[in-house]
Antibody, heavy 122, light 111 residues
Framework: QVQLQESGPGLVKPSETLSLTCGVSSYSISSGYYWGWIRQPPGKGLEWIGNIYHSGSKYYNPSLKGRVTISVDTSKNQFSLKLRSVTAADTAVYYC???????????????WGQGTLVTVSS | QSVLTQPPSVSGAPGQRVTISCTGSSSNIGAGYDVHWYQQLPGTAPRLLIYGNVNRPSGVPDRFSGSKSGTSASLAITGLQAEDEADYYCQSYDINLSGYVFGTGTEVTVL
């Protein structure tokens, strides 16, 4: 069964760029599906960040005001997240997930990676 | 601030039935978009519980069921068990926000 694993620095300085990668195993990203990022600030709820298709088609949460870039590397079977100009409010556990469903507006997320905590602090 | 509102907490004795509501509006659930539910055990990643309002992925016990009506959806847990203690989140799509939205989350406690 497909498994996802996030990786990247656990500490990022304010105003810098947060960079994470999600490695996918037991499934080829090139075969299909959208792939997504979701985050959860400590003790709080979930927030969708964005989705990307293996062909590169992507959708972002407008609330992140253009600070987000999601990319895919099919040769490495992974996809990545970059979040620019971070502040303490971006401190969260970041999850990657496979996106399922037949219609864009009715997608759900399954399965999820285990998540990685990123702290924004000087 | 989420556009999908859930009660902060619900509780029940083992064996009882509890329900969790997810209240939205005409720009999300009321617009006809599907609702999905996730279970998040302490310290772990969310796990899909219900998709497409009423469907259970393989491996999810039939004690969990979903429904949707108007601008709201509900998750019911029958025969409550200690292992059901977790946070539960609903998720849908919002046309005004142009993206996927999650509920505020509900903590289920087994007394």
């Amino acid at each position: 069964q497909v498994q996802l694993q996030e990786s990247g620095p656990g500490l990022v300085k304010p105003s810098e760029t947060l960079s994470l990668t999600c490695g996918v195993s037991s499934y080829s990203i090139s075969s299909g599906y959208y792939w997504g990022w979701i985050r959860q600030p400590p003790g709080k709820g979930l927030e969708w960040i964005g989705n990307i298709y293996h062909s590169g088609s992507k959708y972002y949460n407008p609330s992140l005001k253009g600070r987000v870039t999601i990319s895919v590397d099919t040769s490495k079977n992974q996809f990545s997240l970059k979040l620019r100009s971070v502040t303490a409010a971006d401190t969260a556990v970041y999850y990657c997930a496979r996106v399922s469903g037949s219609k864009y507006a009715e997608f759900w997320f399954d399965p999820w990676g285990q998540g990685t905590l990123v702290t924004v602090s000087s | 601030q989420s556009v999908l509102t859930q009660p902060p907490s619900v509780s029940g004795a083992p064996g009882q039935r509890v329900t969790i509501s997810c209240t939205g509006s005409s720009s999300n659930i009321g617009a006809g978009y599907d609702v999905h539910w996730y279970q998040q055990l302490p310290g772990t990643a969310p796990r899909l519980l219900i998709y497409g309002n009423v469907n259970r992925p393989s491996g999810v016990p039939d004690r969990f069921s979903g429904s949707k009506s108007g601008t709201s959806a509900s998750l019911a847990i029958t025969g409550l068990q200690a292992e059901d203690e977790a946070d539960y989140y609903c998720q849908s799509y919002d046309i005004n926000l142009s993206g996927y939205v999650f509920g505020t989350g509900t903590e289920v406690t087994v007394l």
